[in-house]
């Protein structure tokens, strides 16, 4: 037979390729024009600084790093603090809501809007809000490695994974096995690309919702949704990589399925954790495997059916 590109000989198997390739054109779209067509300033892991006279436009989203909105500048907002350290010390138009990370009023800040904090908050005496302040709003805000209990965190993350690894493989084996399998190299471009759309459009649905005061529980329930199926995605690679290593130097792990699955999940939730904490670049690193984790869940429809591409390009894996 010969190897390379394998065409279907059924033409109805088309079609999923060119819903495949809508897929990953508007991921590529959503990831390379963000700010200019979701109108979203996402700040990660690196540090910015609104300078005196800038203005920001849109939606400022903070999951890590630092944020500085110095004396002069304006940020229209609305914004949304879920992790890192955001310093307010000029204008913000909008709504202030942040429901983890650090928020630091200084005593030129003015925020026109709403603010609603819940994790670590100081304003200071001279700093003015124009709308309602919630004090313990959302949740607490996340443990940071430099914090006492950090890698506490991260230890019982990798448990709980490992945990839910194990019950996938107890009770829905073949349905982890096809999620698996769309994490394996042949697939693993489709399943970036779904898995970044997922992402994007769940992040914009869940700040939109979350701005909205009565959809709040629904922005936090779709938050706690992601998070399940990102862990699902993880509970999948680490099978995979427990298969791999069954057929390599632990054959062993053929014979105990469950406890194969459970210690390949442990290792990946433990070993992102630890790459999550290497600066600049750690946060994109683990954000990158997660993508790809729940990419494959969505391409999968958890597991319910194995994905069949019409082509199929011959990789390391066959």
């Known amino acids: 037979m010969r190897r390379g590109c394998r065409a279907s000989g059924v033409a109805r198997r088309a079609r999923p ?9 508007a991921a590529l779209l959503l990831a390379g024009c963000a700010d200019d067509v979701l109108g979203i300033t996402w700040v990660r892991q690196e540090r910015l600084v609104v300078v005196d006279g800038a203005r920001l436009g849109g939606v400022l989203l903070v999951t890590g790093g630092e944020v500085l909105l110095a004396p002069g500048s304006r940020a229209d907002g609305p914004v949304l603090l879920l992790g890192g350290t955001l310093t307010v010390d000029g204008l913000v138009a909008g709504d202030v809501l942040a429901p983890g990370g650090d928020l630091n009023l200084g005593p030129w800040a003015i925020v026109r809007g709403n603010l609603a904090a819940g994790g670590d908050f100081e304003r200071h005496p001279e700093a003015l809000i124009a709308g309602e302040v919630t004090i313990g709003a959302g949740w607490p805000a996340a ?17 709980a994974t490992g945990a839910w690894a194990a019950a996938w493989a107890r009770w829905a084996p073949r349905r982890l096995d096809r999620m698996a399998d769309a994490l394996r190299w042949r697939h693993l471009p489709v399943s970036v690309s779904l898995g970044l759309l997922v992402f ?30 990102v862990a699902t995605g993880w509970a999948a690679l680490g099978a995979a990589l427990a ?11 053929r014979e105990r399925p469950v406890w194969a699955a459970a210690i390949g999940a442990f290792d990946v939730a433990l070993l992102l954790g630890l790459i999550e904490r290497v600066p ?19 391409l999968t429809g958890l597991g319910g059916r194995r994905f069949e591409p019409a082509f199929t390009l011959d990789g390391p894996d066959g």
């Open 17 to 25: 390729l060119g819903a495949v390739g809508w897929v990953a054109l």
């Open 143 to 159: 443990a940071d490695a430099r914090r006492g209990g950090g890698w506490w965190r991260v230890l019982l993350q990798a448990l």
């Open 200 to 229: 994007v459009v769940a992040v914009v649905a869940a700040v939109v919702m979350a701005f909205t005061i009565v959809l709040i529980p629904a922005s936090l329930l779709l938050l706690l949704l992601g998070a399940v199926a």
């Open 243 to 253: 298969g791999a290593a069954a057929r390599g130097p632990l054959p062993w792990l």
């Open 280 to 298: 600049v670049v750690g946060g994109s690193v683990a954000l990158a495997v997660s993508v790809a984790a729940l990419g494959a869940v969505a």
